[in-house]
């Protein structure tokens, strides 16, 4: 019989699932909920995480789902999940910030975090020593949050050699995504991962808008299975995508301006090299600026909101190659 595992001072026997909410010292007594699922027999062990932004429904109800739903008696090595990062973001629907946190940051933009900083890098830096840095492979669930448009897409973590990077695009690749990406962050929770832990790591972007349907669950838990088949982790069978594109080329754009937003085109439309994308104008109507695309590709994220300020996300839109 395999031996036990211990993630943040929560032991799970073999082949034992113990779910648990962790108060952290270090947090002044903040609540984590987790669940570790170790399995009958030696493997890998897999990180899946939620809710960075609270807002991002899709993966905060897969993650949740699966707490429940996974069997260890049907594993080899474990899932270790933790579907509510940020309560304060959850539960009081904040879109991208933290609300714990002092200065009210995004999560998503603190790695590699600081045991000195504010209640968010603290977390950060805890989540990275008590759980990242103790697995093989660590998934981080996304959506377009409460202001996006979004066609959905994996994005591989921006690991700084070419091994990890191949090895993390052929985990991609047994997805049933149509489309991914190669990120180029550093700040990113789960770029962090691989970036500072040497852990390999990737997200999932599935839905947007503040919303989530039964059809995004069952399809991203079903794309969390299919990685815990290729890890050997889930009996069956990981299949290859044969049909996966790679968005080689990409364009993050963001807001240079506060105003109103107007889109003009949608998530998942094609576009041509110079097709206006958006615009933004101030509260008179007055244009303060407009993007034309770059390069031919296919619109994965859009602002769906009205009102914008500097710096947010406006659009991405990738080429496959």
Known sequence: M?????????????????????EIPELDGYKLPVTIINGYDDGMKFLVTASIHGFEYPGIESAAELCRELDPEDMSGAMI?????????????LPYICGDDEERKNLNKLAPGNKNGTFGERLIA???????SKVDFHLDLHSGDATEDLCNFAAAGNAPDEETRKFIHKVI????FEYYTQ???????????VIYKGVPSMMFEVGGAGKWTRKEVVEEKENIKRIARYFGILPGQAELNVNQKWLKTQSWIECGHEGF??????????IRKDQKLYEIRNVYGEL?????????GKVMIINSTLG????????FYGKAE
């Open 2 to 22: 395999k031996n036990s595992i211990t993630f943040a001072g929560v032991r799970a026997a073999s082949c034992s699932k113990v779910s648990k909410i962790i």
């Open 81 to 93: 999940i933790i579907p509510v990062i940020n309560s304060s973001g959850f539960y009081g629907r």
């Open 126 to 132: 805890y989540l990275y020593d008590e759980f990242v």
């Open 173 to 176: 690749n047994h997805t049933g």
């Open 183 to 193: 990120s180029s962050g550093r700040t990113e929770f789960y770029n962090g991962s």
């Open 261 to 270: 937003f107007y889109a003009f085109v949608k998530a998942g439309e094609e």
């Open 288 to 296: 303060l600026e407009e993007h034309y695309a770059m390069h031919d």
């Open 308 to 315: 914008v300020s500097e710096g947010d996300d406006a659009v």
